[in-house]
C-alpha cells in the first residue's frame, strides 16, 4: 500500500469501526520474521498469512474465522 502499511490501516480500521462489529483482518505479507506474526496480532490483525499464501493456508485461516464466527453464535444464546 502507499500511503499505509498494514499496521496503520488495521488501527484505521479498528478506529473507524468503533463500536459496531469489527471486521475480520487478516494480515498477508512476506515479511516471515519470528516476530513479524506477533506483531501483526499484538496490531489488531486476527489472523496472519505469508506470502506466497497455499490454498491449504488459506482453508485453515477461514476455518479460524468460522470457528470465532460459531463462539460468537454460541454466546449469544447463552
Avoid: F
Amino acid at each position: 500500500m502507499p500511503h499505509l502499511d498494514g499496521l496503520q490501516a488495521t488501527q484505521r480500521l479498528r478506529q473507524a469501526s468503533g463500536s459496531i462489529v469489527q471486521p475480520w483482518i487478516i494480515g498477508v505479507t512476506a515479511h516471515a520474521l519470528s516476530g513479524d506474526r506477533d506483531r501483526c496480532l499484538n496490531g489488531g490483525m486476527n489472523d496472519y498469512l505469508k506470502k506466497p499464501i497455499t490454498l491449504a493456508a488459506l482453508g485453515v485461516a477461514i476455518d479460524r474465522y468460522n470457528q470465532h464466527c460459531n463462539s460468537l453464535e454460541t454466546e449469544k444464546t447463552l
